[in-house]
């Protein structure tokens, strides 16, 4: 059982940045490909980012891609995401998640664990 747990919300204007994390603990983090999603009031979850378990592979969403950067750090059982040029679109709880397959990245089903989700606010 893997225990997920972000950090780094907060509330943040128009352009500016913030950085998020998810702390893993329970399992062998570097087994598990990692996601960030995201979901805002009334709307479905969106998929925003994956990493793969050795970093060596990242993928985005267009929404995001070029403003949002997804890392890891296996030795910390951490997985960040850099976000730049916040806009008020991007307001929304955000989730890391975790999964032991590649294939299909951007399906939130396909994640075994969930963290509870940090807020991110972005003021026009």
């Known amino acids: 059982q893997v225990q997920l747990v972000e950090s780094g919300g907060g509330l943040v204007q128009d352009g500016g940045s913030l950085r998020l994390s998810c702390a893993a603990s329970g399992g062998t983090f570097s087994s598990y490909h990692m996601g960030w999603f995201r979901q805002a009031p009334g709307k479905e979850r969106e998929f925003v980012a994956a990493?793969?378990?050795?970093?060596?592979?990242?993928y985005y969403s267009d929404s995001v891609k070029g403003r949002f950067t997804i890392s890891r750090d296996n030795a910390k059982n951490t997985v960040y995401l850099q976000m730049n040029s916040l806009k008020p679109e991007d307001t929304a709880v955000y989730y890391c998640a975790a999964r032991r397959t590649w294939a299909s990245v951007v399906a939130g089903s396909t994640y075994e664990y969930w963290g509870q989700g940090t807020q991110v606010t972005v003021s026009s």
């Open positions: 990493i793969s378990w050795r970093g060596t592979s990242t």
